[in-house]
């Protein structure tokens, strides 16, 4: 049972990625995803998150308007759509999943995370 984040990769201010958070031997349906992201010298905030039916629970205000959670059942796999992305948005950013949580639970990162993906580096800077 495991979580695989990828898509980072270093790109220019403005430009865009798309992260995806793979499971392996479970359904993400079941659970609510959320991704996370870790700046060198700063605590791990959550960005935004997603429960069982497909709904945005949480965006961080910084990312609102940019970035876009999203889930495929079909094909087991949680995105992040990053556009306009800025110097500021570099971190490691990770997934995770959790039985049941809510807007608190996710911005701060919260026990209700119980599964965690390996984090993937997002560069941004020209």
């Known amino acids: 049972v495991q979580l695989q984040a990828s898509g980072g990769g270093l790109v220019q201010p403005g430009g865009s990625l798309r992260l995806s958070c793979a499971a392996s031997?479970?359904?993400?349906?079941?659970?609510?995803v959320g991704w996370f992201r870790q700046a060198p010298g700063k605590e791990r905030e959550g960005v935004s998150c997603i429960n069982h039916n497909g709904l945005d629970i949480y965006t961080e205000d910084s990312v609102k308007g940019r970035f876009t959670i999203s889930r495929d059942n079909a094909k087991n796999v949680v995105y992040l759509q990053m556009n306009s992305l800025n110097p500021e948005d570099t971190a490691v950013y990770y997934c995770?999943?959790?039985?049941?949580?809510?807007?608190?639970?996710?911005?701060?990162?919260?026990?209700?995370?119980?599964?965690w993906g390996q984090g993937t580096l997002v560069t941004v800077s020209s």
């Open positions: 995770a999943t959790a039985y049941g949580t809510d807007q608190w639970g996710c911005r701060t990162a919260s026990a209700d995370w119980s599964l």
């Open positions: 031997r479970f359904r993400l349906e079941d659970y609510f």
